[in-house]
């Protein structure tokens, strides 16, 4: 099965930007779906952004506006770009892949911390 491995988390002030980003083992042309997951203190893990091979993407709604999901099938990359970072944005990222309408694929995390 596919890997998945993040990078690019770490320390940024609030109003900063990061950008995320997932390297796959192996093609993911196949996958339709990628996505970015969430884990923060206190709280479920939760849906932050997805996308289809055909560029649709979703957002969940506090992020609306202000990250942008992205992928590069020749590559084997998806991104998360995040700007205007909130403390509240703290927490483990996840990179993810879906099939048969599950996300079946996971990478470790990668953490990133929003301190003011």
């Known amino acids: 099965q596919v890997q998945l491995v993040e990078s690019g988390g770490g320390l940024v002030q609030p109003g900063g930007s990061l950008r995320l980003s997932c390297a796959a083992s192996?093609?993911?042309?196949?996958?339709?779906?990628m996505g970015w997951h969430r884990q923060r203190l206190g709280k479920q893990r939760e849906l932050v952004a997805d996308?289809?091979?055909?560029?649709?993407?979703r957002y969940t709604d506090s992020v609306q506006g202000r990250f942008t999901i992205s992928r590069d099938n020749a590559k084997n990359m998806v991104y998360l770009q995040m700007n205007s970072l909130k403390s509240e944005d703290t927490g483990v990222y996840y990179c993810?892949?879906?099939?048969?309408?599950?996300?079946?694929?996971w990478g470790q995390g990668t953490q990133v911390f929003v301190s003011s």
């Open positions: 996308i289809t091979n055909g560029g649709s993407r």
């Open positions: 993810a892949a879906a099939r048969q309408g599950f996300w079946s694929h």
């Open positions: 192996e093609s993911i042309a196949s996958v339709n779906l």
